[in-house]
């Protein structure tokens, strides 16, 4: 029985009679069924007949071959079965009539007229895609993939101007050494790797120069490319380059080839490029014009943004004037934290996560246990937490456990009756019974006595006390927060607190920083300080140079923000308009001068920049004990009281003694002295 293959691509419908021994399928022209679809290899398949059956052979393709949905290898097929080619459908059927193209023939498939509206519509359906997208990236893959496909390229490039296109030059004289492959793909539409070494750069230049297309059937033979180390190393065959024009002037190229064919454009090819070229250089275009667009859109929406903000930032200064400190703490507490932390100044790493974990600590109702040294502001962390809780409108009272014999503490604590004790004259109630429903706040409780830390048990497990000198209980209900500067566990550990006791009142914890771990917060707070001792003195703020605060960072503040208030307080009696370094404490200029004179840290500290800040401090001061030890690291480090290994880390850090060395001896020992002028 007679039969015939019926191939179906785009719409058209083509018909073949199997009458000869072997076909060939694929995208390349030498092929005898030629098909136009990106996903055919050039060399796709074959199609065998073998004893008079016929038979489907891959050749390796990209995409594979398929039959009835499976993918094959070589198989014998038979009427009825659907082959499927890179998307494209054949199908063997009974050929009854006889009228069916040859093989040899297939002028049905591949004649003038139908390649014609073949053309034509892949033609309109190409300007279609691209004139629908305008994000440059995917139209410059849109249009290399386009051109490789509507002339059955094997390879495309597309070249274009750096910086921006057509200024400084006139019309025309394109250079291609200033120009990039934009996007460089394989018939597969495969990105290629390292493309500018993958096409030859001086036919490209060549159609760049003299803004006029190039083809060669065989780039290896012709006489215009002699000399051009490119072709013969690419072993070029069929090329083809084109200009991109923009307003008249060339902006680009676009390069498609075929290293393995010869003859694979023609003159049709070209004149088709040609068209495409004129396309692309609309869609370019536009997809510039769009991308300018949302520039100076982002631009002004930006501008819009900053004017807003900074009319914002005038309005409160004009409603706070002066006070811009202020202002920038209520930025900074709207931004850190969903509560009223107001009474503490701080925008640093470790004051932030401080401020969060107050977040979850606000929250509950359990005790908490609030940990740090003496002057970070304990009270003012359990304010907060009363503030913000849902305990406010009730009362806080507080305590410190280390002002008063435990005879006094426990009367204050839970009151006495009269005539309870020698100069019990009247009845009082004590501090848990005043706090009823609010807040307890014991500071220092690491100073309790072993018999005190007994008696608050009691009230914590049993939630009420019995006045003293008195068989009356009282049942309270309070939240119980307290503090020390003593770390508490290991006082568990040595005995001199109660396991228990601790357990009750560290059921959730805060720790403070001390002032010296939060030195970027040291400026913030001397302002509000200064600040508010002004306003309590009635007196005018003076100003605070960056000199001055250069040193204020650089001091370790061992009474921490209680420090730092008194001499913000000394500040404003022994300064006028402006306070200088020597008004400081001799404590605080002493601890500077060990590592940097005042005028020098002025000169390096900027407004905002308190890290870049004690990053110079601490480099100074790497070089100030140095220079005292003679250039000896381990005297050095021993001077600092870091490490050797400490100090050299941060030698390599800042790369200090790279400079010192250069009149050093080859082979000298580290610890000695480096070498220099005498």
Excluded at 33 to 49: D, Q
């Amino acid at each position: 029985m007679n039969m015939r293959l019926t191939v179906v691509e785009d719409g058209v419908r083509a018909e073949l009679a199997l009458d000869k021994p072997a076909l060939t399928v694929g995208r390349s022209v030498d092929n005898d069924i030629r098909l136009k679809s990106s996903r055919v290899s050039r060399h796709h398949t074959r199609i065998e007949l073998i004893e008079g059956a016929p038979w489907i052979i891959d050749l390796g393709s990209a995409n594979g071959t398929l039959v009835n949905g499976q993918r094959v290898e070589r198989q014998q097929v038979g009427l009825g079965d659907r082959i499927c080619v890179g998307g494209v459908d054949l199908v063997l059927e009974p050929d009854e009539t006889g009228a069916a193209a040859t093989m040899g023939g297939s002028e049905t498939m591949t004649g003038a007229g139908s390649r014609d509206r073949e053309t034509l519509r892949a033609f309109a359906s190409i300007t279609r895609e691209l004139s629908s997208e305008v994000e440059l990236p995917r139209l410059l893959r849109l249009l290399v993939d386009s051109a490789v496909a509507l002339v059955g390229a094997e390879r495309g490039f597309v070249l274009l101007e750096e910086d921006s296109p057509g200024v400084g030059r006139t019309s025309g004289a394109l250079d291609v050494n200033k120009m990039t492959v934009s996007i460089a793909r394989n018939f597969d539409q495969s990105d290629i790797v390292v493309p500018r070494s993958r096409l030859s750069m001086g036919i490209a230049g060549r159609a760049a120069s003299t803004g006029r297309p190039v083809l060669s059937v065989n780039a290896s033979e012709d006489d215009r490319f002699d000399g051009m180390a490119s072709v013969e190393h690419l072993r070029l065959r069929s090329v083809m380059c084109l200009p991109i024009f923009l307003d008249g002037s060339a902006i680009g190229v676009l390069y498609v080839d075929n290293r393995l064919q010869r003859g694979a454009f023609g003159a049709d090819d070209l004149e088709l490029m040609e068209l495409f070229s004129g396309q692309a250089s609309c869609a370019l275009k536009n997809a510039r014009l769009v991308a300018s667009l949302r520039e100076q859109n982002r631009t002004m929406e930006a501008s819009a943004k900053q004017i807003e903000r900074l009319n914002e930032q005038l309005g409160r200064k004009v409603r706070d004037q002066g006070n811009e400190l202020a202002v920038v703490r209520k930025e900074l507490d709207r931004e850190r934290s969903r509560y009223d932390y107001g009474q503490m100044v701080g925008a640093s790493d470790a004051m932030t996560a401080v401020f969060q974990t107050l977040d979850r600590v606000v929250e509950s109702d359990l005790p908490v246990l609030i940990h740090g040294e003496s002057g970070t502001g304990k009270e003012l962390i359990a304010r907060a937490i009363h503030r913000n809780g849902s305990r406010r409108e009730k009362p806080f009272v507080t305590e410190n456990c280390a002002a008063l014999p435990d005879t006094l503490l426990e009367s204050e604590l839970f009151g006495h009756a009269r005539g309870a004790f020698t100069g019990a004259y009247r009845a009082k109630k004590g501090l848990l019974e005043q706090a009823d429903g609010g807040t307890l706040f014991l500071d220092e409780i690491g100073d309790m006595s072993p018999e005190m830390q007994k008696k608050l048990l009691r009230v914590l497990q049993e939630g009420e006390f019995r006045v003293l000198g008195s068989d009356r209980t009282v049942r309270v209900d309070v939240r119980i927060l307290t503090a020390s500067h003593r770390n508490l566990e290991e006082m568990v550990r040595e005995g001199t607190f109660r396991e228990d006791l601790f357990y009750r009142v560290a059921v959730l914890s805060v720790d403070l920083p001390a002032l010296r771990d939060r030195r970027d917060d040291i400026p913030l707070l001397a302002e509000h300080l200064l600040l508010r001792a002004a306003r309590e003195a009635g007196r005018e703020v003076p100003s605070l140079p960056h000199d001055v605060v250069a040193v204020l960072c650089s001091h370790d503040w061992p009474g921490n923000v209680r420090e730092l208030e008194n001499e913000m307080r000394r500040l404003l009696v022994v300064a006028d308009e402006q306070i200088r370094v020597e008004h400081l404490s001799r404590s605080v200029v002493e601890g500077y001068g060990r590592t940097s004179s005042p005028a020098a840290a002025g000169a390096v500290l900027e407004a905002g920049d308190i890290r870049s800040a004690v990053a110079d401090l601490e480099r100074r001061s790497i070089e100030a004990a140095l220079a005292q030890a003679g250039g000896n690291k381990s005297k050095a480090a021993t001077a600092l009281g870091i490490s050797r290994f400490a100090l050299q880390r941060k030698l390599d850090k800042y790369g200090i003694g790279k400079t010192r060395r250069r009149g050093g001896t080859k082979g000298a020992s580290e610890d000695e002295p480096e070498g220099g002028d005498a």
